[in-house]
């Protein structure tokens, strides 16, 4: 008999006996363990709402709001009112119908049952209390609740108000008659449970990001949201006139070159809501949302849209002779240059990839968003042919420019700016190869390069020098950008190509192929680097260089932002000297007084750097290039503010200067220290 993978000693036989012993002894009906209740979200919290740092905390908080906004899809709620508190607890009320509290056939409270129990709710069965419902499977409020070290539920409800507590999702206390009330809602107030998660601090901006989205999304709908750790962040939400005003507001930095085309279709029990409109620039931005939960890995409802538009839009163009019969078909690619488009689908029994809804799946939503989308476009076309004829133009020249696209990206891989190992001739490599211990250091200009040279660990630190700006990719067309020198350096040095998502296709005639991002010209798992680290100068140009920068990494690298391997280095702008050997490094004006404080009594001498170059090597080793004494700040991207991320990069990177200026204009105060902001 073979020896056992349990690693018996090599000397003990293996005989029935022993086997059966150690058998009983490693593995019986003992260790079989049941999770009841809701143990098991605080098991295995991942499962349930993505992860147990800030996707999952940010995950509770949509649970919730899912539930309010799912009594405004019925009818019944027209105010969403959400506090952050100071000792971090949020509350989220609704003025909708009240969570039932009658006594349900378990025996207790349905408010109880609601809270406590997963797969419980009124989403389920022919006979439920939603038609419409952006949650799925009933398991949102009972994972919140679980996953809070307290969560108090108050419901209005028959002219009576009525509180439960719980901790740890356990019920505290019964469902109490605590007075009378005159009108009728729900009421949530939790604290995250630092016990089963490691972040339980909620980012002002994450949560507002998403009360604008849902108000977009329902123009009915108010959305209040109260900060008392910031006053100033206390806003109110509301969109009148809905997708159409999310259109224009994303497309507000651009010159459009028409008014947003809206349509709004029923069939078959499913209700859509399009808003497209097609400006001067050159990227592509198509919001997909199904019962107001956004699907940034799109879906059925992405792929039908795509479908109609290339259909719709090449018919038009043969039936007006704008394309002739020796032309060819618009692709996918021609038709999403400039486009940006909001589809809004309500739908009963929607099929997600996951519990986290990024994707729509529901198979027959494909056939009917194509047709009902074809029959939206065609018709508006029909009846503004001056729309349809600009259309048609800015397309022939996304065709025309789309051949010099794709021997642009294949040119990166013979750049001539690359040695005979097929890498920048300007970069300096590390010797390590194991690209998990990697770092590559972007480095504004030659003299900051040759003191970052001088610094770095040559096993594992590459240094890439780049000269001057960088082109600002947000105003130039793809193939324009990868004539850039600065750019197919740093393409050719990463070793992944480019990722450039126009919708349903990618730039070039590859297949797609998903292990590799959907992209025929992206390939993560070459990635040379898995820490890319932009360093510049702590002043206004060096901010200008990294905001590029970053523009060009979320524009056509954006797995990298994806996967956490984008950092910003934090030099800094101070140093303090006391005596010969006594050196403090102070990255704005406040640390710098803060030390200072501290050193009354000794004779200090404070530098201010200019710049990296300014820094000898020994300096910029200790202060931003070793990784036990350097402040790094990890780049982080939520897909589920992808509205914000869009306004930002347009308003500070589009054409228009008045939208950049107010936007200046009404964060300046906001920014104490801009480098940990990101």
């Known amino acids: 008999m073979a020896r056992s993978l349990s690693q018996v000693p090599e000397d003990q036989p293996q005989t029935e006996e022993t086997i059966a012993k150690r058998v009983e002894g490693d593995y019986n009906a003992d260790q079989i363990q049941v999770l009841e209740g809701l143990e098991a979200v605080r098991h295995r919290p991942g499962m349930y709402v993505g992860d147990n740092a800030r996707k999952g905390l940010h995950h509770m908080f949509r649970e919730v709001l899912d539930n309010a906004v799912d009594e405004a899809l019925a009818g019944y709620c027209d105010t ?15 003025n909708g119908r009240g969570i039932p509290v009658d006594m349900h056939e378990k025996g207790v409270s349905a408010l109880q049952v609601v809270m406590t129990t997963l797969h419980a709710g009124g989403k389920f069965g022919e006979g439920g209390g939603y038609k419409v419902s952006g949650g799925l499977h009933g398991v949102g409020v009972s994972c919140t609740n679980a996953l809070s070290t307290w969560m108090e539920t108050t419901v209005r409800r028959g002219g009576k108000t009525y509180r439960q507590r719980y901790e740890q999702g356990v019920p505290v206390t019964e469902v ?82 028409h008014k947003p085309i809206y349509f709004h279709r029923v069939r078959e029990g499913m209700e859509v809501e399009v808003a497209i409109q097609y400006q001067t620039n050159y990227n592509t931005l198509v919001l997909a949302y199904s019962n107001n939960i956004h699907q940034p890995d799109g879906g059925t409802h992405v792929s039908g849209f795509f479908q109609a538009v290339t259909r719709v839009l090449n018919q038009y163009a043969r039936k007006m002779n704008f394309l002739k019969e020796k032309d060819k078909n618009f692709t996918n690619d021609d038709l999403s240059e400039g486009l940006t488009a909001v589809i809004a689908l309500k739908l009963e029994n929607p099929s997600y990839n996951s519990q986290d809804k990024v994707k729509l799946v529901t198979p027959e939503v494909q056939g009917l968003m194509n047709s009902l989308v074809g029959d939206g476009l065609q018709t508006f076309l029909e009846e503004n042919p001056q729309v349809a004829k600009r259309i048609v133009d800015k397309s022939i020249v996304a065709q025309q420019a789309r051949e010099a696209a794709r021997k642009a990206a294949e040119a990166v891989k013979r750049s001539n700016a690359m040695d005979s190992f097929g890498l920048p001739g300007k970069l300096a490599d590390c010797v390590s190869k194991d690209a998990s211990i990697c770092e590559l250091f972007l480095v504004e200009g030659d003299s900051a390069g040759g003191s970052a040279k001088g610094a770095r660990d040559r096993v594992t630190q590459a240094i890439l020098p780049l000269r001057g700006k960088i082109l600002n990719v947000e105003r130039a067309r793809i193939d324009k950008a990868l004539d850039n020198e600065e750019i197919k350096s740093l393409i050719a040095a990463l070793g992944v190509g480019i990722a450039i998502n126009t919708g349903r296709e990618e730039i070039g005639e590859e297949p797609l192929d998903e292990k590799k991002n959907g992209s025929s010209h992206f390939d993560i ?14 002043d206004v140009d060096g901010e200008h260089i990294r905001t590029l920068l970053l523009t060009f990494f979320y524009r056509y690298l954006k797995p990298l932002v994806e996967g956490g391997y984008v950092y910003l280095a934090q030099p800094p702008l101070f140093v303090i000297k006391v005596g010969s050997n006594e050196r403090y490094y102070a990255s704005d004006e406040a640390e710098r007084d803060r030390i200072l404080s501290g050193l009354k009594k000794k004779k200090v001498a404070v530098q201010r750097f200019k710049g990296l170059g300014e820094m000898n090597p020994e300096q910029l080793d200790e202060t931003t290039m070793r990784p036990d004494s350097r402040r790094l700040v990890r780049v982080e991207y939520d897909p589920q503010t992808d509205i914000e991320v869009e306004m930002l990069f347009s308003r500070l990177m589009g054409d228009k200067v008045e939208p950049r200026r107010e936007f200046i204009e009404r964060h300046a105060r906001e920014v104490t220290n801009v480098d940990w902001h990101y």
């Open 80 to 94: 969403i009112k959400v506090r952050l508190y100071q000792d971090g607890s949020m509350s989220l009320e609704d």
């Open 176 to 257: 109490l008659e605590i007075g009378k009330a005159k009108d009728s809602g729900t009421s949530q107030h939790w604290l995250p449970d630092p016990t089963v998660l490691t972040d339980t601090k909620y980012d002002s901006h994450i949560v507002k990001s998403r009360l604008k989205e849902v108000a977009y999304l329902n123009p009915k709908l108010t959305l209040e949201f109260t900060n008392d750790q910031n006053p100033d962040e206390n806003e109110v939400f509301k969109f009148d006139r809905g997708i159409v005003q999310l259109v224009e507001d994303l497309n507000e930095a651009y010159d459009a070159i």
């Open 525 to 538: 798992t070459k990635l040379r680097y898995h820490k890319i680290i932009i360093m510049t100068d702590a």
